[in-house]
């Protein structure tokens, strides 16, 4: 069975392949088209498709639009509200039509609209999560800004790959639009600069928890209640551009502290229902580490797995991955998240050519890229198959020395992006115990781990203000090349840890194929580009002669 998932109406659309039940290829459509999650997030974008990703998924995979079996949508209309309903806006008509007439908009590309089958939208990100989770049985906790009808969904995912709904929490009621509302009251963007919020919270006190309290209860039968906010009671609302104060840090300390308690409770009622000892989680919200690790660290389950892709581009892996095992194919656990664009050696050199930038191919560019960091160099890394999801986990990064304080502050001026805001720590899997205390293996950044005294003094760019570091764990078995690099910077310092952040400045799609990373590099005071093999130094950029390959002894 081929199949393609598609995800489409709110933002970050995505596409995704799976064949005989086999992950094949998956890639958000902003790494194309180079706009910032694909689209506007407004509901007369629904019909804007990831043509660009769904027609590379199908080249990777070796196929035609006629070959693909289902097309699964990661939207059901006939769930949608209807006019009238409490929970329809007045944009809510259009919407649900551009997904009704979603079949005919893929005919034009070449599809069979007969084989479009719609996955509801909670259900594509359960799918993503419980499918794709090491584990063949999990409770399920999707919790986003909104589906059809609801912001929720607890489930008992069984072992037969079938999914149990246990609960939905029904609009208006919506934990990831409480947050966005946030967000948009301290001047930051909603349904996007939400992660802001979250590393700002680290600043504040939670003066206002018990006021928030009251505004946002769990319900006790699953589900929870939102009241309606009046922002300005607890701090003044900021445009974009505008310097936040202490009060507006206490606002999102507070209202990330009650989100935590809320999920937290949510937590240990599916856990009640289901008594499994795993939680598998996906939604905008389950990237929100701090309360992950809260789930982890409190709740009641033994192991918990979050969805690299827990936002919307999710469920264009779910909804495929859904259509795949109701059609009898053994859907098996996802093994990485490097699903995207990957080039061979002569086309990255090819690339450097026709730029005209001096390069070299060292013995070992890891062991060379560990020597410039080690030098305090910052290292744009553009290694092997592009990340699925928000988080540049060793393949679109760029690279410091952790053991510099300074090198915070310097990584955010090269990418343009507020002070406040941590950079994250990749660490050797075997190592990481010794360092951090908290979920261990966290191959994908989406738990919070508290930094091991006598450490946080010895990599201080990557320790945030509360004493946390998100970071990534990295197997010398599925990440061989970068693995290399962290032994080889521990030779020369002693020190375990590389800065790790994504490759890309403000406001720009992580960076995904060479002309992207070499217009990375040229505009960014970054010193040097390990691209494959390659290394290009920023003085090559002024050398005499455009091309200089040195190769290997």
Not at 198 to 212: E, I, N, V
Not at 459 to 471: E, L
Not at 500 to 526: K, Y
Request: with cysteine.
């Amino acid at each position: 069975m081929r199949v393609l998932g598609l995800n489409a109406v709110f933002h970050d659309p995505a596409a995704a392949l799976v064949v005989d039940g086999r992950i094949v290829a998956a890639a958000e459509e902003e790494r194309f088209s180079r706009r910032k999650h694909g689209k506007a997030c407004v509901p007369f974008s629904t019909w804007e498709l990831p043509e660009l990703a769904a027609r590379w998924c199908l080249k990777q995979g070796g196929l035609s639009p006629a070959d693909v079996d289902v097309i699964a949508y990661s939207y059901d209309p006939a769930l949608a509200p209807a006019p009238g309903d409490v929970t329809a806006d007045e944009w809510e008509g259009l919407r649900t039509l551009y997904v009704e007439r979603a079949p005919r908009f893929l005919e034009s590309l070449g599809f069979d609209p007969g084989k479009v089958r719609f996955v509801a939208h909670h259900v594509a990100h359960a799918a993503s999560a419980h499918l794709a989770a090491p584990w063949r049985s999990s409770a399920v906790l999707v919790v986003d800004g909104r589906g059809e009808r609801a912001s929720h969904l607890a489930g008992h995912a069984r072992a037969d790959g079938s999914l149990e709904l246990l609960a939905a929490q029904r609009l208006p009621h919506s934990l990831g639009f409480l947050y966005e509302e946030l967000t948009e009251h301290v001047g930051f963007k909603r349904s996007s600069d939400e992660y802001k919020v979250m590393a700002m919270s680290s600043y504040g006190a939670p003066r206002h928890l018990d006021a928030f309290r009251e505004l946002v209860r769990p319900d006790g039968e699953g589900g929870f209640r939102v009241e309606p906010i009046d922002w300005e009671r607890f701090a003044p609302r900021l445009d974009d551009g505008d310097a936040w104060t202490p009060a507006h840090a206490d606002l999102a300390t507070s209202v990330q502290r009650r989100l935590e308690e809320v999920l937290l409770e949510l937590a240990r009622w599916v856990h009640l229902q289901t008594g499994e000892p795993c939680l598998t989680m996906a939604g905008g919200v389950a990237l929100n580490c701090v309360a992950n690790s809260v789930i982890w660290r409190e709740g009641p389950f033994d192991e918990v797995w979050v969805q690299p892709a827990s936002g919307d581009s999710g469920t264009a892996l779910g909804a495929a991955l859904r259509a795949a095992r109701d059609a009898g194919d053994p859907v098996g656990p996802m093994a990485g998240a490097d699903l995207g664009r990957a080039f061979g050696d002569d086309e990255l050199a090819a690339w450097l050519d026709t730029a005209r930038v001096g390069y070299e191919r060292p013995v070992d560019v890891a062991d060379a890229v560990a020597e410039a960091l080690a030098d305090d160099g910052i290292v744009a890394w553009f290694q092997g198959a592009s990340e699925y999801g928000p988080r540049a986990l060793g393949h679109r990064s760029l690279l410091a020395d952790p053991r510099r304080a300074a090198n915070l502050e310097r990584l955010n001026d090269v990418k343009g992006r507020e002070q406040f805001r941590p950079v994250a720590p990749m660490v050797l899997e075997e190592r990481a115990h010794e360092l951090f205390d908290g979920p261990l293996p966290s191959p994908y950044m989406l738990f919070t781990h508290r930094v091991r005294d006598g450490w946080a003094e010895r990599i201080p760019a990557v320790t945030h203000v509360d004493g946390t570091a998100r970071i990534q764990t990295v197997s010398a078995r599925t990440e061989p090349l970068v693995a290399r690099m962290l032994a080889a910077f521990e030779r020369r310092t002693g020190i375990p840890v590389v800065v790790n952040t994504s490759l890309n400045t403000a406001g720009r799609p992580m960076v995904d194929d060479p002309r992207d990373a070499l217009e990375c590099f040229g505009s960014s005071p970054v010193d040097a580009l390990a691209i494959g093999p390659y290394l290009v130094r920023r003085p090559a950029l002024s050398a005499p002669r455009p091309r200089q390959v040195t190769l290997a002894a």
